[in-house]
């Protein structure tokens, strides 16, 4: 079994904490970007990608599961699988870990490429959709993450 892409550490800044004393909702959001951003040169994207094309990617849809509280100085790490991908888009779920090991979120998006001249939908150059391919097959035989797919909802 192989592992998917973990960032470099991150450590949560003293203005990300909200009222309660933890880290505030939309910086996990930030976390899980900026681990992204790390990756994404390796495939191909970034900004001399969008310099060069005038393609880049929007986000289509991400939810964040919140597991464990994080708070100021802590250290993390993301991971980043890649569950599947098309000539457009493709579906990445992320894993955000304490540097002691734990859980912290789970994020989980549908990813788009985007041609900017529209802006509209479009497909990828096949150097781009090589590199997917060759990203997902180094992930091996990885499991299928336990929580990807989840909705909101309550339960009856």
Known sequence: ???????????VKPEWIDFNGHLNMA??????????DELYPHLGFGLDYLK????????AEFHICYLRELHVHDEVTATF?????DEKRFHGYQELYHKDG???ATAEGLTLHIDQSGPKVAPMPQSIR???ANYKATQGTLPAPERI???????R
């Open 1 to 11: 079994m192989q592992t998917p892409f973990r960032s470099s550490p991150m450590t």
């Open 130 to 132: 090589d590199a997917l």
């Open 52 to 59: 060069s094309t005038g393609c880049t990617t929007y986000i």
């Open 149 to 155: 797919g989840r909705k909101i909802s309550l339960k």
């Open 102 to 104: 734990w859980l912290a």
């Open 27 to 36: 910086y996990y959001n930030v976390l899980f970007d900026t681990s992204v």
């Open 81 to 85: 699988h890649l569950i599947e991908h």
